[in-house]
């Protein structure tokens, strides 16, 4: 992989979720000196809550205090440095820095992660990015290399548009099994619930469960059910080990965003 990136100046790289491409890769990066002895490694995330929770268990795997080797910038919060080597921000963010600096002279290397999104600040990134590379190389400066990392997407369409070649990461850190309903469920919010209490009740009490909804009302309402039915059957004395739910969404404070982790 470090081989495919000196070669190339932009690379698109494919790897399934779980695969460890986000952390990983910006630290192999900076290990390998690629960066250059002051050149920092710009992540990009689609969301708030991924940029500042990356950060954070990059940070903690490197053995740092966030903010200074390991950093992260998202709206209305920049936890970097000058010492800042590896850098999580939002597509926003990015964008915004290249409104004061078409260049985007601070960076190195610029992971723009989760593309397959294609929301419109991604869209509008992936345009910055590569005009900030010819820009760059008109001046005669240092190049920005650009890596392009995904689960799934259109590789086809990213490859023509940065002439990069496509590298394909396989395997994940952990297995994933799919089970599927033998029948359609009126309401799936409910069934999610129910199914996460058996999970509960079979599985050790150090492992999480993890519910995914719909958007905020979903979620706020799926908390407060799963707290009144293990506070139920506490009183039952069912043999349940004990719960935590926490709710997740990106309207709410990075603190309690945080707690979720």
């Keep these: 992989l470090l081989e495919e990136i000196r070669k190339h100046n932009s690379l698109i790289i494919i790897g399934e979720t779980g695969s460890g491409k986000t952390t990983q890769v910006p630290q192999l990066l900076l290990t390998s000196g690629m960066a250059g002895a002051c050149g920092c490694i710009g992540v990009t995330q689609p969301r708030r809550?991924?940029?500042?929770?990356?950060?954070?268990?990059?940070?903690?795997?490197?053995?740092?205090?966030?903010?200074?080797q390991v950093g992260y910038c998202v709206r209305f919060e920049d936890v970097s440095s000058q010492d800042t080597r590896i850098k999580y921000l939002t597509d926003g963010m990015m964008v915004r820095e290249a409104m004061t600096d078409e260049k985007l002279s601070d960076y190195s290397i610029i992971i723009l992660d989760e593309a397959h999104e294609r929301s419109v600040q991604t869209d509008v990134l992936l345009g910055v990015a590569r005009r900030a590379q010819n820009l760059r190389k008109l001046r005669g400066l240092p190049p920005l290399k650009l890596i392009i990392m995904s689960a799934t997407m259109d590789a086809d369409k990213f490859r023509k548009y940065f002439q990069a070649p496509?590298?394909?990461?396989?395997?994940?850190?952990?297995?994933?099994?799919?089970?599927?309903?033998?029948?359609?469920?009126?309401?799936?919010?409910?069934?999610?619930?129910?199914?996460?209490?058996?999970?509960?009740?079979?599985?050790?009490?150090?492992?999480?469960?993890?519910?995914?909804?719909?958007?905020?009302?979903?979620?706020?309402?799926?908390?407060?059910?799963?707290?009144?039915?293990?506070?139920?059957?506490?009183?039952n004395g069912e043999s349940y080990p004990s719960l935590k739910v926490f709710p997740l969404y990106s309207a709410l404070p990075t603190t309690q965003q945080l707690e979720a982790f």
């Design 166 to 235: 496509v590298i394909y990461l396989e395997g994940r850190q952990y297995p994933v099994k799919i089970y599927h309903t033998t029948k359609l469920q009126d309401d799936y919010a409910f069934v999610a619930l129910v199914s996460a209490f058996k999970i509960h009740r079979q599985a050790p009490a150090n492992e999480d469960i993890l519910v995914f909804l719909t958007g905020q009302e979903e979620i706020e309402a799926a908390v407060t059910t799963a707290k009144q039915v293990a506070k139920q059957l506490e009183k």
């Design 49 to 68: 809550v991924a940029a500042v929770s990356i950060a954070r268990r990059v940070a903690q795997e490197q053995g740092v205090q966030i903010g200074k």
